[in-house]
């Protein structure tokens, strides 16, 4: 995600795939261009929340710092109202605008960077891994507050996270990625429901299942590779509990299944299924 807004160190870079915005391949335009759809056009609220904001800063000044950078010719007397309104848009009162982020707990950390991501009044926020390192408790409001924010704002939410629960109760759509590429893609009924990859299906054996308390958990044995000594062929392929020898040698494509937009990158994806294109 942070490739995506090229907020990497120098040497990270995008060396594939396009990233398409408003009918504009973000990974060909310039920084310039680019500094214009951050915040105001894309947003992120970085993985993290405990340790994200600058400890020696105020809250209430790292919001006014999104709006003064990327909002042009925003009057400076309305910042403080603004910041104030954007704090009360997340639940946390006005008399903790000036506080730092030690006196914050971890839940109200993690509602001033979701409060800064939409200081610009952006258009999709990314939110990556949002209930990290969050109790239970706070957990469950996190991806609550987000959803009613999308709701009442307009707004496109694209999730990042291994929780499958929040997947299940806040998504449309799921991209499921392995190793970096992508494995499924559907919507989020069809991906719960009827999974065609095998680290999909493997994944979803992985999640505890309340209505059978006693069913032991499955795991996925091994490792994922290093990005740096990936195998040849399929990047599950190590793991796979169908492997063969032709996912051993050659990388699958992606392949439609049905006419719902759901694909798969698995060699197992039958001809039966492509005929009903």
Known sequence: MLALLRLLPAAGQIVNGQVYFKGRDLTLISDDELNKVRWSGISIVFQGAMNALNPVRTVGDQIAEAIVTHVTGFPKENITARVTELLDLVGIAADHRDHFPHQYSGGMRQRAMIAMALA????VIIADEPTT???????????????NLRKRL????????HDLGVVAEMCDKVLVMYSGVTAEYADVDVIYN???????????????????????LSSIPGYPPRL???PPGRRFAPRC???FDRRRSEQPELHSIGMDGHVASCHLVTEADRSRL
């Open 228 to 230: 740096d000594a990936l």
């Open 194 to 216: 009827n999974p065609r990859h095998p680290y999909t299906q493997e994944l979803l054996k992985a999640f505890p299942d309340l209505t059978k308390p006693k069913k032991k």
């Open 133 to 147: 390192a969050l109790d239970v408790m706070i957990q469950a409001q996190i991806p609550e507050l987000l959803d």
């Open 241 to 243: 509990p169908a492997v």
């Open 120 to 123: 610009c009044n952006p258009q």
């Open 154 to 161: 307009g707004l496109a939410v694209i999730f990042v996270t």
